[in-house]
């Protein structure tokens, strides 16, 4: 019930093009939802994050569509540039004693020149 | 203002070792989260710290072990290596209850 499902696992886009990467949850209780760009050798560095009693975010090229209802959420990424390869992760935040980051499994995004 | 940093970079071990990873906060974060992440895997939630008290834990046994100074900065104690401890371990700062910023990390290989 504390998993995140991410999809896909891979994306190729063309240059120019819209990357979109979805993910999933089950547990409600989770209040904090961000997306981390990842760099090979390099530490989760945080894009863009929504809370659940909004339904879309946009901070330049970058978009989070949230459906509460559905349980999804979803990264846009407009005019896909090669910078932007990289492994994201979507994460779901809960309280537990601790807030807890529950990552979802990656999607490995390469931007084709 | 200073990020996430964690020392060292690289670190091979082997089996039965044990091995200590450091972490200072970011400036003015006084919680400090632990993970692991797997080749190919996100990261997992190991232990926070917050005001020198581990304050959650997630599924990892108690042969990882943490302390948080009083400058905010942590360790993480792996005692008893195993291979399958062979990960990227990074290290999240922050203030109670708002985002988490993630150090590079610390890439351990467990021979």
């Known amino acids: 019930q504390q998993q995140v499902k991410q999809s896909p696992q891979s994306l190729i886009v063309q240059k120019g093009g819209i990357s979109i990467i979805n993910c999933a949850y089950e547990?409600?209780?989770?209040?904090?939802f961000p997306w981390y760009q990842q760099f090979p050798g390099k530490g989760p560095a945080l894009l863009i994050a929504?809370?659940?009693?909004?339904s879309e975010k946009k901070e330049g090229r970058f978009t989070i569509s949230f459906n509460k209802s559905a349980k999804q959420f979803s990264l846009h990424i407009m005019d896909s540039q090669p910078g932007d390869s990289a492994t994201y992760f979507c994460?779901?935040?809960?309280?537990?004693?601790?807030?807890?980051?529950?990552f979802g499994q990656g999607t490995r995004l390469t931007i084709n020149p | 203002e200073t990020g996430v940093t964690q020392s060292p970079t690289h670190l091979i071990k082997t089996r039965g070792q044990q091995v200590t990873l450091r972490c200072s906060s970011q400036?003015?974060?006084?919680?400090v989260s632990w993970y692991q992440q797997a080749l190919g895997q996100g990261p997992q939630f190991i232990f926070q710290?917050?005001?020198?008290?581990?304050?959650g834990r997630g599924n990892f046994p108690p042969r990882f072990s943490g302390l948080q100074f009083p400058n905010y900065s942590s360790e993480l104690n792996v005692n008893a290596l195993e291979l399958d401890d062979s990960a990227l371990y990074l290290c999240?700062?922050?203030?109670?209850?708002?985002?988490?910023?993630f150090g590079p990390g610390t890439r351990l290989l467990v021979l």
């Open positions: 994460a779901a935040s809960i309280h537990q004693g601790a807030q807890k980051l529950v």
């Open positions: 547990n409600t209780a989770f209040d904090y």
């Open positions: 929504i809370r659940p009693d909004v």
């Open positions: 400036s003015g974060h006084n919680t």
């Open positions: 710290y917050y005001r020198e008290e581990e304050n």
């Open positions: 999240a700062s922050a203030l109670p209850g708002e985002t988490q910023y």
